[in-house]
């Protein structure tokens, strides 16, 4: 069965400062990988998302993230946070397989405070 | 565009009540999916429909019944609420396979049985 762990469960930050958080899976075939964001009172929305080629993929508002298929990884990152960015975000898997339903697993969850 | 369309947003319930959450796409979709969000444990499948006219268990089915009404509508019926239902529930689609596209999900429906 497939899985998602995020270690870092909440984040405080200070404006400017960098950001990467971790995300590892458990599959061990072809993967298309997610990350959601959830801002105060929202629902889940995509950030980014990779699905083949290039391993290192850019999302929206500067968010990037690493697909490290020897470490069954896919970090976010961004270079420096905003206020705005305070959010919940979720790293997510969906497992292919032939025929059968999407099956999208969402890690946890990591909540990141961002410091004015 | 609406989406992914979630009704009621917020419900209280006492204990044994039933009650439907509504869910409507209007992006021709075809998979449908109930998630349930509980601090500390991300988002759980609930129910699915992989495409009309059909439907299947998600990690957490129990205490829940699902409807996938036509392409656009999949309804989620609790029975008999009981405290451990208190979450938020959200309603997501997807073009489904082959295509694996991301999730678009509702806004979401915060209910509290007490």
């Known amino acids: 069965a497939q899985s998602v762990s995020q270690h870092n469960h909440h984040v405080i930050l200070s404006e400017a400062a960098s950001l990467e958080l971790g995300c590892n899976y458990s599959y061990g075939g072809t993967v298309n990988l997610f990350w959601y964001v959830q801002y105060p009172g929202q629902h889940l929305q995509l950030l980014l998302k990779?699905?083949?080629?290039?391993?290192l993929v850019k999302g929206i508002k500067g968010f990037e993230a690493e697909f490290i298929k020897s470490k069954f990884s896919f970090n976010l990152r961004k270079p420096s946070v905003q206020w705005s960015d305070t959010a919940e975000y979720f790293c997510a898997v969906n497992a292919l397989r032939t025929g059968g339903y999407q099956k999208v697993t969402f890690g946890t969850g990591t909540k990141l405070q961002v410091i004015p | 565009n609406a989406g992914v369309t979630q009704t009621p947003k917020f419900q209280v319930l006492k204990t044994g009540q039933s009650m439907t959450l509504q869910c409507a796409q209007d992006?021709?979709?075809?998979?449908m999916y109930w998630y349930r969000q509980d601090p500390g444990m991300g988002l759980r499948l609930i129910y699915y429909s992989a495409s009309e006219g059909t439907t299947d268990k998600g990690e957490v089915p129990n205490g829940y019944n699902v409807s996938r009404l036509n392409k656009r509508e999949f309804s989620l019926r609790l029975e008999s609420a009981a405290p451990s239902q208190t979450s938020v529930y959200f309603c997501?689609?997807?073009?489904?396979?082959?295509?694996?596209?991301?999730?678009?999900f509702g806004n979401g429906t915060r209910l509290t049985v007490t």
């Open positions: 997501a689609s997807s073009e489904g396979q082959p295509y694996n596209s991301p999730l678009h």
């Open positions: 992006m021709n979709h075809n998979s």
């Open positions: 990779y699905f083949s080629g290039d391993p």
